[in-house]
């Protein structure tokens, strides 16, 4: 399986922006979609964003639709989570994911293969 590290991270202000990175090991990257969830303190994990093997298929969550934008360089082995218009909401541990080969619900977790360790998002109103 693919090791997933996340980073990028940070304390930002309301309607600030903050971009994630999720860089794989491997040369087998290019053959996984990839999604990042979040998951708040005592909550269930929930995805946030994902997008396709190939990169010509995304998903948002609609509370994100229109702020994040999910991205891959399969050359740099590396998928970013830009996040705009950042609210106080949105501050949790963000994850990032690489889905089974055969998956068939990109908002399920069981879906998911391998699991980076998590970058903290904190936004302050």
């Known amino acids: 399986q693919v090791q997933l590290v996340e980073s990028g991270g940070g304390l930002v202000q309301a309607g600030g922006s903050l971009r994630l990175s999720c860089a794989a090991s491997?040369?087998?990257?290019?053959?996984?979609?990839i999604g990042w969830f979040r998951q708040a303190p005592g909550k269930e994990r929930d995805v946030v964003a994902a997008?396709?093997?190939?990169?010509?298929?995304?998903y948002y969550a609609d509370s994100v639709k229109g702020r994040f934008t999910i991205t891959r360089v399969n050359t740099k082995n590396t998928v970013y989570l830009q996040m705009n218009s950042l609210k106080p909401e949105d501050t949790t541990v963000y994850y990032c994911?690489?889905?089974?080969?055969?998956?068939?619900?990109?908002?399920?977790?069981?879906?998911?293969?391998?699991w980076g360790q998590g970058t903290q998002v904190t936004v302050s109103s």
């Open positions: 997008v396709m093997w190939d990169g010509t298929s995304t």
């Open positions: 491997g040369r087998t990257f290019s053959s996984y979609a």
């Open positions: 994911a690489a889905y089974r080969t055969s998956f068939s619900n990109v908002r399920s977790v069981d879906q998911v293969g391998s």
